[in-house]
């Protein structure tokens, strides 16, 4: 009876973190109609905050298709596009704000669109760039103090430090199992895992975390090592929707390692639990977090990073997936790329508007992922 009602609340928990990461957050009202939720962009806009103010984090992903509001020129990415077009439909009115982190000129301009829109309320933070020069933790820390001001002025709440502390404790918990399902990445089906932790950005964290914890051990159970499986590492922004992983996987491959601002990369950096100076322990940790093309700690420290990841999950290839308009990401992909190359590991590059791969993308992928299958039997 024991083992039945095991199985019985994985399949339940399993389903829920799938339903909601098919949904991204479109059903949180009929779902958690108790709940108050606050969208953001960027996974360095800090949820412990947010948890502490008594709202829900909720990230902002767009619907499929492509859209272009006119508050927007064409040269922008689809998640900008994407969002605002569905903030001008009425889709976040719901939301008790919505918060920017400025790490793109694009999200910057954003920011001030929305806010001239009234659709909602908005709240800005802007980290620094070179998180570890002189200076940068006492400014991120300013920076942090303020948005805690604005989220008390915007939920007409005091935040205490029993709150920040409440908040701090759920998030590492929550980053601890997140980094247990990463490792078993190599020997789960790729739009599984991605599906489980794009889960844990659109639902709330306790509800996500008690399912994630139901789904582990019987994960653990029916891991297995993929058999004549291309070893993938993929590395880009926002990935909504579990369509290139799907290919990458319906192809021959397996995604063993995930560098995604909406996979592990979001979960991933030290855990803190501020145990002395709450908002220093949150600082410490966004400036830890591993590098994106919008934050560094020096010239060459994503690179190394990212052929360290290759090396330790003994990866075949990777795939650098850039959003079309996105410089960022475009700019760091050609010195990402030059530094696959030279660590011997084949890399493609592909340019996406949306996060839906179709036939054009499917004839590279094929073509790149059979090349390698067909390197490994010579």
């Known amino acids: 009876m024991s083992e039945l009602n095991e199985q019985t609340n994985f399949n339940k928990s399993l389903d829920l973190l799938l339903e909601e990461a098919n949904l991204n957050g479109a059903a949180r009202l009929e779902r958690y109609p108790q709940r108050r939720f606050f969208g953001y962009f960027c996974s360095y806009f800090p949820e412990e905050l947010i948890l502490a103010a008594g709202l829900e984090p909720l990230r902002l992903l767009p619907e499929a298709g492509n859209s272009t509001p006119a508050e927007l020129p064409t040269y922008c990415c689809s998640l900008a596009k994407g969002t ?90 929550t980053r601890k199992l997140a980094t247990e399902l990463d490792t078993l990445r190599p020997n789960l089906p ?19 975390t008690q399912a994630l914890e139901n789904c582990l051990s019987a994960l653990k159970g029916i891991a297995l090592p993929p058999v004549n499986r291309v070893k993938v590492l993929v590395s880009g922004a926002i990935v909504e929707n579990d369509s290139l992983f799907n ?28 145990a002395e100076n709450p908002l220093s322990d949150i600082v410490q940790r966004y400036s830890a977090m ?10 060459n420290e994503r690179m190394s990073y990212l052929c360290d990841l290759a090396q330790q999950r003994h990866v075949d290839c990777a795939i650098i997936v850039i959003r079309k308009y996105c410089d ?46 067909e390197d490994a039997r010579l």
């Open 84 to 173: 605002l077009d569905m903030a001008i439909y009425g889709k976040w009115q719901d939301l008790v704000g919505i918060g920017f982190t400025h790490t793109c000129d694009t999200m910057q301009c954003l920011s001030g669109i929305w806010a001239a829109s009234g659709n909602s309320q908005t709240v800005d933070i802007v980290p620094p760039v070179m998180l570890n020069t002189s200076g940068a933790s006492h400014y991120y820390l300013a920076e942090m103090h303020t948005l805690l001001e604005a989220l008390m002025t915007l939920t007409q709440q005091n935040i205490n430090e029993e709150a920040l502390l409440d908040a701090m404790k759920l998030c590492a918990y």
């Open 247 to 274: 290919m990458i996987e319906d192809l021959g491959g397996r995604v063993v390692a995930d560098d995604t601002c909406s996979g592990y990369r979001h979960f991933s950096g030290p855990t803190v639990m501020g």
């Open 290 to 299: 591993p590098p994106c093309p919008c934050k560094n700690r020096s010239l």
């Open 328 to 373: 960022p990401h475009a700019w760091d992909a050609v010195e990402l790329s030059r530094c696959f190359q030279n660590n011997g590991i084949r890399t493609l590059t592909l340019e996406l508007e949306g996060a839906d791969v179709g036939g054009q993308e499917r004839t590279r992928l094929q073509a790149f992922l059979e090349s390698m299958i």
């Open 190 to 208: 790729s739009p599984l895992v991605s599906a489980i932790l794009r889960a844990g950005q659109v639902m709330p964290r306790s509800d996500y």
